[in-house]
């Protein structure tokens, strides 16, 4: 199982972004799926997540500006990040719980991470 990132950048701010990550390979399906982000010399921190049935949560600094959302049917999941802001720089990584096959049933779950993608916005 992959995930690959792409939409990161530089912006000014006050403007938008849009992350995406699809998962490819070989699964039953995916559970929830999340955006972290990781600023230097800070600790890996989420930033949004999504259930399989489309629940949502935010952390409290993007609420009102970040929007999470899935498309189950390509495998992923985006982040639109209107407002940024100089302190939302940082390499964003999403995430996933995916269940595995074994044999041809469902398995365990397990997570995987995406390589990163920097997001910079300038004041």
């Known amino acids: 199982v992959q995930l690959v990132e792409s939409g990161g950048g530089l912006v000014q701010a006050g403007g938008s972004l849009r992350l995406s990550c699809a998962a490819s390979?070989?699964?039953?399906?995916?559970?929830?799926m999340g955006w972290y982000r990781q600023a230097p010399g800070n600790q890996r921190e989420l930033v949004a997540a999504?259930?399989?049935?489309?629940?949502?949560d935010y952390a409290g600094s993007v609420k009102g500006r970040f929007t999470i959302s899935r498309d189950n049917a390509k495998n992923t999941v985006y982040l639109q990040m209107d407002s940024l802001k100089p302190e939302d720089t940082a390499v964003y990584y999403c995430?996933?719980?995916?269940?595995?096959?074994?044999?041809?049933?469902?398995?365990?779950?397990?997570?995987?991470w995406g390589q990163g993608t920097q997001v910079t916005v300038s004041s």
């Open positions: 390979g070989s699964f039953f399906s995916i559970n929830a």
């Open positions: 995430n996933a719980d995916v269940q595995l096959y074994i044999g041809v049933l469902p398995g365990k779950s397990k997570v995987y």
């Open positions: 999504i259930t399989g049935g489309g629940s949502t």
